[in-house]
Structures are given as structure tokens and as C-alpha cells.
């Protein structure tokens, strides 16, 4: 199984950048594809942002041009890159890890990443 944790979230300016990170544990050599999502109070969670084992990501359209994926070489770290955050990108941030087999992660807490306008 893989567990994820994640971390990076704040309250930011407008125009202000964050980095968050999701650190996976576990069995990560299992991990096909690593992905973030959000949600916002009242509205349903959003696929945000996907990376694959070999490195091949993609990125929703609301956001396309200021987030980005990435991970670390150890593999067991997966960010995601915010800058221009606008106040719609207020929203609890989550990681979830899908393996081969086609188990997913917990979903855990998430951060909080709020944009004051």
C-alpha cells in the first residue's frame, strides 16, 4: 500500500506562489500515476494536475500556464508548483496516488492554500 502526506499550503497575496509537496511512502515502487487535486467549500474535487511513472504529466486547464508537476529523484516526492495564484485557486489541496495494481492511496487531509485578493 502507499500512504501520502502532504504539505506547503498557506495563505498567499494574489499574484503569490506556492509549492506544495507529496510525500508517498510505502510501496512507491508501485506508483503509476501520482495526482493532485482540490476542493473548494461547496463545490466538487477538482483533478488538478497528473504525473506518470515515466514522467509524462498534465495539467488542468484552469490552471495550465501557472501549475506545475514535478517530482524528486528519489521518486517519492511529488510538488506541485503554483504561481500567479488567484483567489478561485482557494481550495484544500489533496495527493492521491493510484498503483499499478489499481489500489489508490488515502486521500489524508490536505492543505489549505488560501489567496487573499
Known amino acids: 500500500q502507499v500512504q501520502v502526506a502532504v504539505s506547503g499550503g498557506g495563505l498567499v497575496q494574489a499574484g503569490g506562489s506556492l509549492r506544495l509537496s507529496c510525500s508517498a511512502s510505502g510501496s512507491i515502487f508501485s506508483i503509476a500515476v501520482t495526482a493532485w487535486y482540490r476542493q473548494a467549500p461547496g463545490k466538487q474535487r477538482e483533478l488538478v494536475a497528473t504525473?506518470?511513472?515515466?514522467?509524462?504529466?498534465n495539467i488542468a486547464d484552469s490552471v495550465k500556464g501557472r501549475f506545475t508537476i514535478s517530482r524528486d529523484s528519489a521518486w517519492n516526492t511529488v510538488y506541485l508548483q503554483m504561481n500567479s495564484l488567484k483567489p478561485e485557486d482557494s481550495a484544500v489541496y489533496y495527493c492521491?496516488?493510484?498503483?499499478?495494481?489499481?489500489?489508490?492511496?488515502?486521500w489524508g487531509q490536505g492543505t489549505q492554500v488560501t489567496v487573499s485578493s
Open positions: 492521491n496516488c493510484r498503483t499499478y495494481s489499481g489500489s489508490y492511496s488515502d
Open positions: 504525473i506518470t511513472s515515466g514522467g509524462d504529466t
